[in-house]
């Protein structure tokens, strides 16, 4: 059974870090390019950045370039997030999904994998 679990989320204020992680299980995790998307309360769901396990490459929204890393560790199956900088717009649940992709694309429909999301709140 594949399981995406995401973890770290909480309350920062602005300007401040924050971790996620995502716990993978129950595929191959080389195989796949895990992706960050978050939803900001009456908003669509949107790309933040993904990775290619393959490889290490990736690829980042505008929005939080230069802000935000993503990572991973094959050996654990886990990917993060680290986020930096943190704004009030940054403010949303973080999903991590999993694609059997070669293709660095924030686009959810190739996504076949989704984790039940952490929610991050950055007060002002």
């Known amino acids: 059974e594949v399981q995406l679990v995401e973890s770290g989320g909480g309350l920062v204020q602005a300007g401040g870090s924050l971790r996620l992680s995502c716990a993978a299980s129950?595929?191959?995790?080389?195989?796949?390019?895990i992706a960050w998307f978050r939803q900001a309360p009456g908003k669509e769901r949107e790309g933040v950045s993904c990775?290619?396990?393959?490889?290490?490459?990736?690829y980042y929204a505008d929005s939080v370039k230069g802000r935000f890393t993503i990572s991973s560790d094959n050996a654990k199956k886990a990917v993060y997030l680290q986020m930096y900088s943190l704004k009030p717009e940054d403010t949303a649940v973080y999903y991590c999904?999993?694609?059997?992709?070669?293709?660095?694309?924030?686009?959810?429909?190739?996504?076949?994998?989704w984790g039940q999301g952490t929610p991050v709140t950055v007060s002002s």
């Open positions: 990775i290619r396990n393959s490889d290490g490459s990736t």
């Open positions: 999904a999993a694609s059997r992709t070669r293709h660095l694309l924030l686009v959810q429909p190739i996504y076949n994998y």
């Open positions: 129950g595929f191959t995790f080389d195989d796949y390019a």
